[in-house]
C-alpha cells in the first residue's frame, strides 16, 4: 500500500473539562446527563447533528422490558427519560407493567436533547473524535475533527460511548470481535411504513408473517437473508392523527452477515445491500401479509444498525452464565434483564436465551474499565463482555443504566480527585440505589 506523511501542526485547545462523553447514543447521552447533574463540567461529542444513537439515526424505536417478574428494575435517567417520552406525546407503552415502548424517532432526538441541556452539559455536534491525547498510561483528552478544522479537547475522565470502542482502541486497549470464529451479528437497516391497516393485520395470527416468509420462498419471491422478521410494531407519531386502518409502522426486518461495522468498507456495502433490500420487503409486505397491501415507504435509518463491533478488554468480562444464572456483584452498578439476543452471524434463523423469571443480572464496574488506560471509561455496547452477554446488554434499556452509572462513577472520581479503578464504587452504588436505579 503506498503512503502519504500527513505534516505536522499545531492543533489549538478548545476548552478543559471534568468529564468528556464521546457519543451521543443510549449510553452517552444519559452518562453527560449524570455526570452534569453530579456538579461535573461536561461535554458531550457526537458525529450527528442529533442524539439519540441506534434510536434516531438507526431508526430502532422500541424499548424492551425493564421488569424481571418481580419487580420494575431501573429508575433515575432511563425511567425518567422513558415516561418523558411517553407524558409528551412521542410513544406509547405497550405494556405499562414492563413499560415496553414503541416511540417516535423524532421524539427521542427531542427530548435527549432537552435532558442533555436541562442538565448543564454541553453539546459538541457534528464533530468526529479522530485521536487521544495519552501521557504515559493516562488519557488526557481527545482530538476532534468538524467543519471548524481539527482542535483538541482536555478532560479529567473520557467515557468511551462510541459502539465501536474508538477511543480505547485508538489508546492501545485490546479488543474482541465476534464469536470464536470470529463472526459478529449481522447488521440490519430500519425503516418506518406509512398506511398500514394495523387493525387487519392484528386480528391475524402471530404466526402471519412466518407463513408468509414460507409462501413467499415457495413462490421464489423472498430474497433476504434471514427467515424472520426480528422486530415490528406500530408507531405512533406526535399530533399526527390516530387512525388504525391508517398508521406508521416500524420494520426490522433486513439482513446483511459477514459485515464487520467497524470497517467502512463493510459499511459501504452494508448499506448498500440493506438498502436494495427494502422493496423487496415492501413487495413482500404488500402481497402476502394481510393489512400491508397499500403501504407505502415513509422513511429509512439515516445509518445502518450495527449490532456488535469490537468488545474492549476491561478488568473483568461479563459473561453468558453471569447472564443466564442472575449473578450479582460486589460492585455490580448496573442491573439487566433483558434475554440473550444473538443474531445467527450467517442469517439463519435465531431464539432467544432466557433468564429465570423473577431475576435479574448485574453488570460489575470492572466491565467498564479498560485493562491499561487511566482516566478512560468504556460503555455502551463496547463494554468487556462476551459475544453472547454483548446479546444481552447491547439494547438500549440496558445501555441507558449503563451510562447512568458511569456518568456518576466520573463525576464522583472527579470529585474526590481519586482514579476511576479506586474510584469509591459503593458511593456510587448507593447514588444508583438511591434513584432506584439499582436494585
Given amino acids: 500500500m503506498d503512503m502519504h506523511l500527513e505534516k505536522a501542526r499545531e492543533i489549538p485547545i478548545r476548552d478543559r473539562f471534568e ?20 456538579g461535573a463540567k461536561t461535554l458531550l461529542i457526537e458525529k450527528y447533528g442529533f442524539l439519540g444513537g441506534t434510536g434516531s439515526a438507526g431508526l430502532m424505536v422500541q424499548f424492551g422490558s425493564i421488569f424481571d417478574g418481580k419487580q420494575v428494575l431501573i429508575g433515575g435517567c432511563t425511567h425518567e427519560f422513558l415516561h418523558r417520552l411517553a407524558d409528551e406525546g412521542y410513544g406509547y407503552f405497550y ?12 421524539g427521542m432526538i427531542a427530548v435527549c436533547q432537552e435532558m442533555v441541556l436541562e442538565s448543564g452539559a454541553r453539546l459538541l455536534l457534528h464533530s468526529s473524535v479522530v485521536d487521544v491525547i495519552k501521557e504515559g498510561d493516562r488519557l488526557r483528552g481527545v482530538i476532534v475533527e468538524n467543519k471548524s478544522g481539527r ?33 459478529a451479528q449481522p447488521v440490519s437497516l430500519e ?5 398500514v ?39 405512533k407519531k406526535k399530533d399526527a392523527p390516530d387512525i388504525p386502518e391508517s398508521a406508521f409502522f416500524f420494520i426490522n426486518a433486513s439482513n446483511a452477515p459477514g459485515i464487520d461495522g ?23 409486505l404488500r402481497r402476502y401479509v394481510p393489512g400491508f397491501e397499500k403501504c407505502y415507504l415513509d ?27 442472575a449473578r450479582h456483584f460486589d460492585d455490580g452498578v448496573v442491573p439487566g434483564r433483558n434475554t440473550i439476543d444473538v443474531h445467527h452471524v450467517k442469517g439463519e434463523v435465531f431464539e432467544h436465551e432466557y433468564l429465570v423469571e423473577g431475576t435479574h443480572y448485574q453488570i460489575p464496574w470492572r466491565c467498564f474499565l479498560p485493562e491499561k488506560t487511566e482516566g478512560l471509561i468504556i460503555t455502551g455496547r463496547c463494554l468487556s463482555a462476551d459475544h453472547y452477554a454483548l446479546g444481552s446488554t447491547r439494547v438500549m434499556v440496558v445501555c441507558m443504566p449503563m451510562g447512568e452509572a458511569c456518568g456518576i462513577a466520573a463525576a464522583t472520581a472527579c470529585q474526590d480527585k481519586t482514579s476511576l479503578e479506586k474510584v469509591d464504587v459503593a458511593k456510587v452504588q448507593k447514588i444508583l440505589r438511591d434513584q432506584g436505579t439499582l436494585i
Avoid at 412466518?210 to 422478521?229: H, M, R, S
Wanted: glycine share 8%; proline share 3%; charged share 25%.
Fill in 197 to 235: 391497516d394495523t387493525n387487519r393485520f392484528y386480528a391475524q395470527p402471530e404466526s402471519i408473517i412466518l407463513d408468509g416468509i414460507k409462501k413467499a420462498k415457495a413462490d421464489n419471491a423472498w430474497k433476504v437473508p434471514t427467515d424472520q422478521f426480528f422486530s415490528y410494531g406500530r408507531v
Fill in 262 to 284: 467497524s470497517n467502512a468498507d463493510d459499511l459501504s456495502k452494508a448499506e448498500i445491500k440493506c438498502r436494495r433490500q427494502v422493496p423487496v420487503l415492501l413487495d413482500f
Fill in 151 to 183: 482542535s483538541a479537547y482536555l478532560a479529567d475522565v473520557l467515557i468511551d460511548a462510541t459502539g465501536d470502542g474508538d477511543l480505547a482502541v485508538r489508546a492501545g486497549e485490546r479488543f474482541d470481535y465476534g464469536n470464536a470464529a470470529g463472526l
Fill in 95 to 106: 405494556s405499562e407493567q414492563s413499560h415496553s415502548m414503541i416511540f417516535d424517532p423524532e
Fill in 19 to 38: 468529564v468528556i462523553v464521546c457519543g451521543g447514543g443510549a449510553a452517552g447521552f444519559v452518562a453527560a446527563i449524570a455526570a452534569a447533574r453530579r
Fill in 299 to 325: 422513511r429509512s435509518a439515516a445509518q445502518i444498525g450495527v449490532r456488535e463491533t469490537r468488545r474492549i478488554r476491561g478488568k473483568y468480562t461479563l459473561t453468558r452464565r453471569d447472564v443466564l444464572e
Fill in 191 to 195: 425503516f418506518i411504513l406509512g398506511n
